[in-house]
């Protein structure tokens, strides 16, 4: 079912949470709603469940305007991140609970609940366990179960809100790949708020980027790091660093020297770069480069991480160096981005 | 490791870090024993007195056997009268905002503080057949006071304030998630609170009702002021005892007492035990 949320703002108590969100989603896409808190990605969420109602806009569910349409109308799965599973019922009966809340006309059979419910359980990993109690399971577990209570009723979307965010890493990163795997055996167009952007990139076929009730980029994993297109998107996802600079007649100047960079198309004056810390190339001398005094060095999983001192008003900068790296005992390092980004300073 | 080894020998308390095991377990034996048990078995020895005979003669004395289904029964009607309302009075304070919330919050807590007595003469004044509500009820050929219907409005009044109290705290803790993911399955309102939150509220219900139940059996003061007091009609048990009492009958006293103890401590005790395996299932608080 695709799902097009158009112009949608959301005030709480006069209290904007949404500016005008616009939204498409595909049919059978899996999407990341992917934000600091406060970003407004789980209202979003709500807001397509009908948890919550738009202040302005409307979401359509294929063609037909879904916008005034109840919780229990709209036919939705969603996944809560404290798994909100009932702990008065069995695994069973909990998955079941959506088709037995059915009106007669449209209720199964008790025999076909309880086989669906098993079957579902099958899918998520956890066959055998219809009598278990929810206190009876692991965090992991529960939100399996959440899941597939979700999946019981058909939904035309799957909403996951932050499902993984109360499970410990390793969980996180084996229920991911199990995840991807459910969407792509089932098909459902699925969403999934989520403040990890690793969860998001790995997982997601596109990624929404949300800051402040705005959408700030949509796209790929690769289009959201390679082709970062705001200062918010290049600092949020991925190591970056920036650095105040200034761009005259499409030249980087840092203070009263040129880093031999190029920037097209920006405007003359401040301006900000951003690039990766590994991805940089080092240099002996300097023509045409940054240069700074090493400040600091950590050592992060297999690299370094060495924190530089730029300039007369020692702007701090990282960079990553291999391990055995001889630059990481030097006092000046001296460097240039192989890709970098460069933005305007009212933009940043 | 050696201690893992060790075979296992069972132990009278676990191995803990919390310290005062034994300090506190003495003084809750210590205290126990001083404020309930003596006196209790005191009720016990008194009736041992008796002898079986006396005992059993007592025990099926049409008299007190009417006394002790009226005390009983009129205790489970108002129990069961009040998990009902008291449920809806505590979702009413929990979920709702509404001016004058706080008063009838602290309201709640009135048959708490007010004697006993008081009550009984209020509630018999107003529910007699020329009072406020009792001259309403009389054309339609309802009697309240003097009657044992008295005796459970009375009950009624004192045992509110349990299952209010008991269930109120656990209302408020229900998660918004959990009517929410109800509602995302399909579940009309009505669905969500009769299939889900009313079955996760079972054991404070129960808490609630197993309390003012308890209150309600050994009720004295309220009781006799409405009730009429007619043996074999609206005499309960606590007034036969002090009737006893007062004909310095102290045996016949007493062992009325001790069959109402055992009665009431062994329906607390299923009570309790129901609590126990419904927590251990739904996973509250083990």
Redesign the interface.
Known sequence: MDVSIRRVRKEFDRFPALHDVSLDIRSGELIALLGPSGSGKTTLLRLI???ERPTEGAIFFGNEDASHRT??E?????V?Q?Y??????TVGDNIG??LK??PGSTRPEKSAIRRRASELLDLVQLSGLEKR????LSGGQRQRV?LA??L??EPKVLLLDEPFGALDAQVRRELRRWLREIHDTTGHTTVFVTHDQEEALELADRVVVMSQGRIEQIGSADDVYDRPNSPFVYGFIGESSALPVRVDNGELWLADRTIGLAAQDVPNGDATLYFRPHDIELLDGCGGCIAGTVAAGRRVAGTRRVELEIGGDRQRVEIELPVGHPAAQQSRVAFRPRRYKVFPAQAA | MAAAAAPKRWQFKRPSVIPGFGLTLGFTIAYLTLIILIPLSGVVWRTAALGWGDFWAIATDERTITALEISFGAALIAAAVNVVFGVMLAWVLVRYRFPGRRIVDAAVDLPFALPTAVAGIALAAIYAPNGWVGQLLAPLGIKVAFTPFGIVVALIFIGLPFVVRTVQPVMEEIDREVEEAAATLGATRFQTISRVILPGLAPAVLTGFALAFARAVGEYGSVIFIAGNIPYVSEIAPLLIVIRLEEFNYAGATAVAAIMLAISFAMLFVINLIQAWSRRRYGYGV
């Open positions: 469940a009908g948890l919780v229990q709209r036919n939705v799965g969603f809560f404290h909100a599973l009932f702990r008065h019922m609970f959506g809340v059915r109690y929810p206190a009876q959440a209570r979700a019981a009723i």
